[in-house]
């Protein structure tokens, strides 16, 4: 979880960076991103789900 922070951490701090010196983020599009956000969710659901059901 520590590391997930300090991504999101590193991530705000960098846009901030972006912000104050004008420079136009390369970050993809939100529909690139709510695309990665269900690719992880995916992959962290199927260990879960297999620990829940005993496999």
């Known amino acids: 979880m ?3 922070l300090l991504s999101l ?3 705000v701090l960098i ?3 972006y912000s104050a010196i004008r ?3 390369p970050a993809p599009p939100l529909i690139a ?3 990665l956000l269900g690719m992880l969710i995916g992959a962290q659901a ?3 789900i297999k ?3 005993g496999f």
């Open 15 to 17: 846009g901030v960076v």
């Open 33 to 35: 991103l709510v695309g």
């Open 2 to 4: 520590e590391s997930y």
């Open 9 to 11: 951490g590193a991530g």
């Open 23 to 25: 420079v136009r983020s």
């Open 46 to 48: 199927i260990p879960s």
């Open 51 to 53: 620990q829940w059901f």
